[in-house]
Structure formats: C-alpha cells, structure tokens
C-alpha cells in the first residue's frame, strides 16, 4: 500500500474512482498468478465502468486461476495534477501496484477523441510512448475495440491490435505471452509469433507507402506478417462467456445498470453506420440464456435496472418471449426494463405494454433523416407515416415526451432536407394536439437531437466527404431560425469535435505525430467539453504540415488504397461500392432479413446469416 495514495485521495472530487473495494472486484495475491493484465479505459471511472466490454473481459481474465486482470481509469485533472507531483505512477485500481510491472497493457479504443488519453495513460504509467523504444518484452501495449477498426493514428505506439471479438483471441494472447515468458523470448519473437494469431494486427510488421498527392501507394507486410488481417469473431453466443457478476460502482455512472446483450452485428445497414457493418454477422442468443444471465446479474448486484443492449432492440427476433421471460421475475422483484434502440417500425403497442408495466421513463426513436428521400439515401428504411404511428401508439399510452435522432450533413443533404427534419418534428406535435384521449392536462415536448455526420471505415460513406464547419454551422444556424414552435427543443453536437472525428477516423500513420503533439499541448480529455482544446490540435497540425481537411473533406475514389485495406472486417469493399453508389441513386437497400445483399460477413461463420 503506497501510503502517498492514501493522503490524495482525500484532496480530489470523487476518490471513489481511484480507490478501488467495489462490490464484486477481483483481489488476488500477485505471488500466485503468473500474468497480469490492466485493462485501460482511456477515460474517467463513471464512462468506464459503463462499458459492457470491460466487464466481460475483466470477469473472463480473472475465472484463469494463473491470470489477474485490474482496471485502469484516466485520471481528472486534479488527480493527474497530484500523481504527478507526488511521483506516482499509474496504478491498477485492484492492488493500486504500478501497471508498468504488469505483463500487458491493454486500451480499448471506443472513441477516436480518446487517443490522447492513452497516451497520457502511458505516459503517467511510466511507460515509453513509442512501441519502437520499448525493449523488454513486458510490458506488451496492446487495444481494441471498434476504434481499431483503423489503428494506424496510433501505430507508433501501440504493440499489437486486436481487430473484433476478444473473448477468444485475448486468452491466446495471454497464453502466448506465458510461453514467451517461459522459454525467454525477445519482444521481437512474442510480436512475430502473435501476428500469425487470426485477428492480431501488428502494425511495425508493415510497412507504408505513399503516392505524391499524400495517399496511400502500397502496405506492405513483412517478416511473415498475414498480407490481411480478418478480424475475429464469436460464431455461438450462447456458448461464449457471460459474467455472472459486474463490480459495483461507488460512484453513480454513465450507465448504472445491469446490462445484457441480445445479439451482435444488424440487419439494417444503416450506410452512415459504423457498428452496423464491423459487428457483422447478425448473431442472436437464446431468450432464456438473457432471463438467466440478467437474472444472475441483478441478484449478484443489487441493481434494480437491466437495460437490453443492442444495435437494435426490436430486430431482435425473440423479443416478445424474452420480455415475457423477464417480467416473471422483474414484476416480481421490482427490477425496470430498459429497452435502449428501439426502431420505429416495428414499435407495437403490445411491446410499449411490456415495458411500461414496471416503469415508464421517456421514448427515443432516430427517424435520422428529416426527408424520405435523405433516409433513402442512408438506406434508414423509415417512413413518415411509421414516425407517427409510433408516436401515436406511444402518446395513445400516456407518453408525452419524445427525443428524436437526426443526423446532419449527411451526403447530398439540401436545405429541403434540413427543413424537414423541423416540420417532422412539428407533426409530431401537431399528432399529439389532434388526439381525442391524449393525457388531460399535460403538453407535449418533442427534442431534436442533431450529430454531425461523420464518415467512417467499412461503410459505404467512407468515400464521402464532411462537411466543413462553416457548412454545419449555417444548416444549424437555419434550423434553429425555421423553428417556430416553442414545444420543439433543438440540441446540437460541436461540429468542432466533429471534423477532428473525422479526421482520426480515415486517417493514417502520418497522424501519430500530430496526436503526440496534441497530447504535448495539453490535449487528454477531449472527450469532454470542458476539457477540449481546438487550438491546441490546430497547433500540432501545423507544427507537423498536416491539413486536416485532406482525411476529413474530401472524396475518396473507390480505387483509393484506404490505410485500412489490409485489414478484413468481413465486409468487402465492393459491397461498399455498390451501397455508395446506390446512394447517390436515392436507393435503399432490403434488410438482411427480407434479402442478402452480399456483402460477405457470411463468410466469417460459413453460412447464411439467415
């Protein structure tokens, strides 16, 4: 116990995310395991000890008698501020030792504006920022999660990625990294030999070149390496790991619930959508196997919430029977149920019944699009006429508050199509007025909620370009004006944040140096609004010559070498070509279900998907 420690954590605002002892957190004696892996959140404990991913992986490293995993949080400011006078690295939160003596350290990557958070995580752990000047072979700086999707901001500090589902592939690694400490050998040899791991992607084993005009010529592997990297994936989920237990937070988090997952991968393919096409095959679990393990959950936890998570909770084919399922026990034991992505159109009364008959909380659906023609364009496959009925079903039900999604700046977005998403809106309210048994006494509020549309890896917009800031904040300034109706609220995403998104997002190697600059400038918590410093990232692009708009504002040839084409998510890129062009044709395309389109994640299970 580092007595140090112990005199901070009564100088900063909320110790409780430093201190560790939650319910339910794993202490082993480290003489009696043989690998030790800190799991990195590269942002603070309440959006952490949210994350679905972090609870599987902690629980299936630490039921290995021989492993222990510890969680790993960025610290605030005012913590940082006293670690760093204080000389104390950063520590795991299990047995508060330095994560710098720890075999491996993994980052999940959830957001591209966390970059700069691993590094400040490296760094205040004492660990070399650079893969290249790390010479021992512990620790091994390793991430995943759908950021890695595109590593290559971040390949000059990042060890080894693992691309897709890491139930599998992170305790090969371990086991891996336990013969590598067994029969001694060098860091060079681990990296080699882990590269031959389906779903390992080492990025010092390729090299990159470049064309004149700034894009990629070639990526070239060497020493071995898989010329493409497939991503790994759970083929059974009803046989894959669940945890019976999540640690309890001290603090009130993100999400303070119990969460179980329906299924993975959509049937939708929403062209904006990233999750939508990386998480593919559709994959369901059984509807009993979700009672058990929400079950299990509440009683190990003491939450009196379990929230069903999903891309989309309705396509979930069993639906009904698991709320049935479920409510023989929540009723009973007053536990809520929340049912987070609803889609519109398939929003019944008889599902808005179930889910209100423990408590009823407000409604959120995302139409995305204000005009037909812009959700045919994203393939969104919503009508007008189901936007309403829905809302009729759930004001007929005694709602009266409904938050819409809308995404702006969207490929061939006009003025039209910003109009409409107001006077979708207002129909809502006008829908409301016009109903004869609607709630007595009560008005309604609808809220417009408006991210900036960004363009991203494996969808069919990643040839698009962004729109500028100036552009977003004229669609915005215009929106707001068009408004007329005091019972719309208007909320909108900093489109700042927004371009830097995109820039990370379809960005290459070059980047690297301009994140480490970032970080340099004080850039570490730029998720957060008050934390974010613009001109600090403007400064480290110029320092390095770099133009941001080059990743971020331009149209991508389908022939373009993307800096994530030696990479295989299960998604062809000719699949994206056609969903692109079928875009700008104002054409949808069938769900999964109804019609395969042949995008070839199939191939990952060696089946149809249906």
């Known amino acids: 116990m580092n007595p140090e420690l112990e005199k901070i954590f009564m100088k900063v605002q909320k110790p409780g995310r430093y201190t560790g002892g939650e319910l339910n957190s794993v202490v082993k004696d480290p003489a009696k395991v043989d690998f030790r892996f800190a799991f990195c959140f590269p942002d603070l404990y309440e959006v952490g000890m949210s994350h679905l991913g972090m609870k599987i992986l902690y629980s299936l490293y630490n039921r290995e008698e021989n492993m222990w995993c510890e969680r790993v949080f960025a610290p605030d400011t005012d913590m940082e501020a006293l670690m760093r006078k204080n000389h104390i690295p950063l520590f795991g939160l299990e047995s508060r030792d330095p994560i710098k003596d720890f075999d491996m350290v993994g980052f999940t990557l959830q957001y591209e504006m966390s970059y700069t958070a691993v590094l400040n995580m490296l760094d205040l752990a004492g660990i070399p920022l650079h893969s290249a000047q790390r010479t021992s072979l512990a620790p091994m700086v390793v991430a995943g999660g ?10 000059d500090f990042i060890d080894l990625f693992v691309l897709g589902e890491g139930e599998e592939v992170n ?5 891996l990294f336990l013969q590598a400490k067994r029969e001694g050998w060098e860091r060079a040899e681990y990296l080699r030999r882990a590269a031959q791991i389906e779903g390992v992607y080492v990025p010092s084993l390729y090299d990159v070149a470049y064309q004149e005009d700034g894009t990629i010529r070639a990526v070239t592997p060497r020493e071995g390496a898989p010329a493409v990297v497939k991503k790994r994936i759970i083929k059974n989920l009803d046989k894959v790991f669940f945890p019976e237990s999540f640690v309890v937070p001290f603090l009130e988090t993100v999400h303070d619930r119990a969460v179980i997952e329906l299924f993975r991968g959509c049937i939708r393919g929403c062209r904006f959508c990233q999750a939508g096409f990386i998480y593919r095959p559709f994959r369901e679990k059984n509807a009993q196997t979700l009672s058990q393990n929400g079950h299990a959950l509440c009683e190990s936890t003491g939450y009196d919430e379990i929230s069903l998570s999903s891309l989309s909770t309705s396509d979930y084919s069993q639906l009904e029977d698991l709320l ?16 987070p992505s609803l889609r519109i159109d398939n929003f019944s009364p008889g599902l808005m019944e179930k889910i209100t008959r423990v408590r009823k909380s407000g409604l959120t659906f995302a139409p995305e699009a204000g005009t037909q023609r812009l959700r045919d364009v994203i393939n969104k496959n919503v009508t007008e006429k189901e936007v309403l009925s829905t809302c009729r079903t759930a004001f007929e039900g005694g709602y009266t508050s409904v938050k819409l999604y809308f995404m702006m700046g969207l490929p061939t977005e006009t003025k039209k199509d910003i109009e409409g998403v107001v006077d979708l809106a207002q129909k809502v309210v006008d829908l409301f007025y016009s109903l004869p048994d609607k709630p007595k006494g009560k008005g309604v509020n609808v809220t417009i909620s408006l991210a900036c549309f960004v363009p ?8 698009e370009p962004q729109d500028t800031e100036e552009m977003l904040r004229e669609k915005q300034r215009h929106m707001i004006s068009y408004n007329r109706s005091k019972k719309i609220r208007i909320n909108y995403h900093e489109s700042k944040t927004s371009f830097l ?5 379809r960005g290459d190697r070059r980047l690297c140096a301009v994140v480490e600059d970032a970080w340099k400038n004080g850039c570490k918590l730029d998720g957060w609004t008050e934390h974010f410093n613009y001109d600090a ?5 110029a320092k390095n010559g770099i133009d941001g708009a080059f990743y971020a504002s331009r149209t991508r040839p389908y022939d373009e070498v993307t800096p994530w084409d030696h990479l295989d998510f299960g998604v062809s890129k000719g699949f994206l070509v056609r969903e692109n062009q079928k875009a700008h044709e104002d054409a949808p395309t069938p769900n999964c279900r109804e019609k395969c389109s042949g995008c070839g994640a199939n191939c990952l299970i060696g089946r149809s998907c249906f």
């Not at 305790?171 to 086991?175: D, G, I, P, S, Y």
């Not at 049935?324 to 049912?339: A, D, G, I, R, Y």
């Open 146 to 155: 759908p950021c890695a999707c595109n590593p290559e901001p971040l390949a």
């Open 171 to 175: 305790l090969e690694l371990a086991r």
């Open 324 to 339: 049935e399922e479920l409510l023989l026990w929540t009723e009973k034991e007053k536990v809520n149920l929340s049912l």
């Open 456 to 463: 991203k890896p494996f969808t069919p917009f990643q040839f």
């Open 501 to 505: 998104e995109a820039v990370l997002a």
């Open 537 to 541: 990232w403007m400064s480290a692009f």
